[in-house]
């Protein structure tokens, strides 16, 4: 009951009130373990890595066998780069409890061969129909069957893998998968702004930058790159600010049993919409910092392009694209269980569809606000792709941009993590080939597919 105003600060993603919130339950001499957690949890979510370690560190102290607590601090080295403090904790939470798959989950993230040592223990959490996240070691053990060339195998789990996942969030899921299908992708050109006409100059002084596209297709590559400039550059993530607060706006009348989509019009009232979604940048930034770059790279926002240029008229967009065969696959083959349509071939091929459709239609309309980076370009020629890149964001480059990966601050919170802080290495064009006959069936539907 003490910390339920806090909690819901902290679930509303309200980040700077939380802050305040508990750093005022310690100034009341409230040093609880609860306390302690909640700020290492703010302070992550804010993406100052270091005070939430050493928040997790103070709650470990008065709860040292916390499997959360350790998991937590765990995954702030992770991010950080700190994977051999990262390992130390996963090994800890397996050693506290086994049957606990965020562990192995954990240590597979530093480096997929440590799984070859704990197949037993898998196939025991496995095989315990008490335990929850079974669809955590369906994943894991779809890694271990790829390690060992069982592709057949592989697949076998990591369906089973998609399929609890989904049904893990099932009302979440379908509902998004209607938001994503029925919705956002036929209206983004249809969309009627109320209120549209203010005087706020707010966060005039600021120039953002919007990496979109799929995920999987080098847009944590593009924002390291730019997360090195030599600037007040602030790079957020994958905040989803936007498409949270569009949702919210309209969710009562699209998820309504009684809805009728033949008589819908997507009305936005622009004027709340720039409210809510300033709030939420305020997390990160006040509107009185000079001369700021900041980066979202909330990747679904090539539905929301339009939308953000009422809110942003300045804003730019970095479009990053891969083979669509290749992205299809690199999709099904993550664990991406937060997101509604990546369960599926035929929900993934529908959900590319839908961008590739959207993206023909803004490249020819917002020529001057958006850049396409193809992720193979990129690799190829490094030097000649970043600096375009820098030029369209306004930034000035130096050779020391693509040695992103030593910087000591590099913070990524993606599943690239591992491979970004490595050398940059050419594309791969037959990483997914033996996996394109996942895609056999669908050809005759998307005449993308190559």
Not at 67 to 79: D, G
Not at 178 to 187: L, V
Not at 402 to 407: C, E, G, Q, S, V
């Amino acid at each position: 009951m003490v910390f339920d105003l806090g909690k819901k600060f902290i679930e509303e993603k309200k980040f700077k009130k939380a802050l305040l919130f508990f750093l005022n339950e310690l100034k009341k001499g409230n040093n609880t373990v609860s306390t302690y957690f909640f700020l290492g949890i703010i302070y992550f979510e804010l993406n100052k890595i270091k005070n939430s370690i050493n928040y997790y560190k103070l709650a470990l102290k008065i709860s040292p066998k916390s499997i959360n607590i350790i998991l937590n601090l765990a995954n702030a080295y992770l991010v950080s780069g700190s994977f051999l403090s990262a390992k130390s904790l996963y090994l800890k939470v397996i050693k506290i409890n086994k049957y606990e798959p965020r562990g192995y989950y954990g240590l597979y993230l530093i480096k997929p061969q440590n799984l070859t040592n704990y197949i037993q223990n898998l196939n025991d959490i496995k095989n315990n129909n008490n335990l929850n996240n079974d669809f955590l070691v369906e994943y894991l053990l779809s890694k271990i069957a790829k390690q060992n060339n069982n592709h057949d195998l592989e697949l076998q789990h990591l369906h089973r893998f998609q399929k609890q996942s989904f049904k893990s969030r099932n009302d979440h899921n379908l509902q998004g998968l209607f938001y994503y299908n029925k919705i956002i992708s036929k209206y983004f050109n249809k969309i009627h702004f109320n209120n549209f006409f203010s005087e706020d100059k707010i966060f005039n002084n600021i120039s953002p930058i919007f990496i979109i596209g799929l995920p999987r297709s080098g847009s944590t590559l593009i924002e390291s790159m730019i997360g090195n400039a030599n600037y007040n550059v602030v790079s957020l993530g994958e905040t989803s600010i936007f498409n949270t607060e569009i949702i919210n706006l309209i969710k009562n009348q699209i998820f309504k049993k009684n809805f009728n989509i033949e008589n819908y019009s997507l009305n936005l009232d622009v004027k709340q919409l720039k409210k809510n979604v300033i709030d939420r940048y305020e997390n990160y930034f006040s509107k009185n910092d000079k001369d700021l770059f900041f980066v979202d790279k909330s990747l679904e926002n090539f539905f929301n392009i339009e939308i953000i240029l009422k809110v942003f008229p300045n804003a730019k967009f970095i479009n990053c694209r891969r083979n669509y065969n290749d992205n299809a696959i690199a999709i099904y083959l993550s664990m991406l269980p937060d997101l509604p349509w990546t369960h599926s071939i035929s929900d993934i091929l529908e959900y590319i569809d839908s961008y590739i459709k959207i993206m023909t239609f803004y490249e020819k309309k917002l020529q001057n606000n958006i850049l396409s980076i193809d992720l193979d370009n990129l690799t190829y020629e490094q030097k000649f792709y970043s600096k375009k890149i820098f030029k369209f964001c306004d930034l000035l480059w130096t050779p020391d941009i693509l040695n992103f990966n030593k910087r000591k601050n590099l913070l990524i919170k993606t599943l690239s993590n591992n491979q970004v802080r490595q050398k940059i290495f050419s594309y791969d064009n037959n990483k997914y080939k033996i996996y394109h006959k996942l895609l056999d069936s669908f050809k005759d539907k998307y005449s993308w597919l190559n």
